[in-house]
């Protein structure tokens, strides 16, 4: 289940769904603007996780805007780093390139302040 943005370039989810019990969901900021794209966080509920689903929401993403510039912000934890090493994304982690149009949905200066 998508949900998107409440405004341009804004956080919007993707989950993945078992009935009304959200087993996992990915936070990413698309900008159709400047194509840019950044992966916030994904969460998988503990005893779902090792089963596919990061990744399932991970290609969702992606597939989503293809052809963007596509990064994630810092990758925290043995288990986060663990989850992409696995994953092996064609794009950059850890280094947000957030567009002026995302910072400005995130009601940050378009310098990032």
């Given at each position: ?7 341009l ?9 078992l009935?009304?019990t959200?087993?996992g ?12 794209a950044?992966?916030?966080q994904v969460?998988v509920?503990e005893q779902?996780?090792?089963h596919?689903?990061?990744?399932v929401?991970v290609a969702?993403a992606h ?9 994630t912000t ?6 986060a ?8 994304p064609p ?6 390139h ?5 910072h400005?949905a995130?009601?940050?200066?378009p310098?990032g302040?």
């Amino acid at each position: 289940m998508a949900v998107p943005p409440a405004q341009l370039a804004g956080l919007g989810r993707i989950e993945i769904r078992l009935g009304r019990t959200v087993l996992g969901d990915i936070d990413l900021c698309l900008c159709r603007v400047e194509q840019r794209a950044v992966l916030e966080q994904v969460r998988v509920d503990e005893q779902y996780r090792r089963h596919g689903f990061g990744t399932v929401l991970v290609a969702a993403a992606h597939a989503r805007a293809p052809r963007y510039q596509w990064s994630t912000t810092v990758v925290r934890g043995e288990q986060a780093r663990a989850f992409w090493a696995a994953v092996s994304p064609p794009f950059p982690l850890g280094e947000p390139h957030w567009c002026t149009h995302m910072h400005i949905a995130a009601g940050r200066t378009p310098d990032g302040q």
